[in-house]
């Protein structure tokens, strides 16, 4: 279960939840519109991954050492490709969140979560959360691995619960600092985001690599 906590931790890793917090802190009433992100993006990602472990739980279904270990193996090589293409300064470009440069981007037009975040409206801003929500591979690899476990269906639901506490944590350090200490919290944050923008990569290739290299050879051992 440490493996999926650990997961969680590297999908934290966001620098683009941080830059929307540092967006949103910049209009007005933002205690509102980061909680109506926060609510929207939290919400739909908690859902996603109920109905997956629930419709497992549902099906009765029994993984085997050899299912086990090709589950490892599978998560473990996503993670090593992932940490793979951020050392090499490239996004994988199936998740909106993880694209280094979009195309609206690249043709000089913002995104349209980018476009959502500019807006005074709460909906808008809970709509841009649930946008931002699309399971990323941290997410996918975690449910793979909890899958795994055979555990209670209150287990699993308790474990999402946690996997999306921290995974949306730069995200909700700024609301509750907006609440806190409401005159240091936009500079802090830009701080953070600033240092975030220094060293995610990093931290990231060494996270990632470090849980796929783990996971890829314990896969292995079970199936040989």
């Given at each position: 279960m440490g493996q999926v906590f650990l997961l969680a931790v590297v999908s934290a890793l966001d620098a683009g939840l941080?830059?929307?917090?540092?967006?949103l802190l910049g209009r007005p009433r933002p205690a509102?519109?980061?909680?109506?992100?926060?609510?929207?993006?939290?919400?739909?990602?908690?859902?996603?991954?109920l109905l997956i472990v629930l419709a497992l739980h549902g099906s009765n279904l029994r993984l085997g050492r050899s299912t086990q270990g090709t589950i490892e193996v599978v998560a473990g090589a996503l993670l090593i490709v992932v940490a793979v293409a951020e050392w090499s300064g490239r996004k994988l470009q199936w998740h909106p969140r993880r694209t280094h440069k979009p195309?609206?981007?690249?043709?000089?037009?913002?995104?349209?979560?980018?476009?959502?975040?500019?807006?005074?409206?709460l909906w808008i801003a809970w709509a841009a959360g649930a946008l931002y929500s699309v399971p990323g591979a941290y997410y996918l690899a975690g449910l793979a691995l909890l899958a795994k476990q055979n555990v209670?269906?209150?287990?699993?639901?308790?474990?999402?619960?946690?996997?999306?506490?921290?995974?949306?944590?730069?995200?909700?350090l700024p609301l509750i600092g907006l609440v806190?200490?409401?005159?240091?919290?936009?500079?802090?944050?830009?701080?953070?985001?600033h240092w975030m923008t220094a060293h995610r990569r990093i931290v990231i290739v060494i996270l990632a690599g470090a849980i796929g290299t783990y996971l890829l050879i314990s896969g292995i051992s079970d199936l040989s």
């Open positions: 941080l830059t929307a917090a540092v967006v509102r519109k980061l909680g109506a992100y926060l609510i929207g993006g939290m919400g739909f990602s908690i859902i996603f991954g195309d609206a981007e690249r043709s000089g037009r913002p995104s349209l979560h980018d476009r959502a975040l500019g807006h005074d409206s209670s269906a209150a287990t699993d639901v308790l474990v999402i619960l946690g996997f999306n506490v921290i995974q949306f944590a730069l995200f909700e806190l200490m409401p005159d240091r919290t936009r500079s802090l944050t830009e701080k953070l985001n």
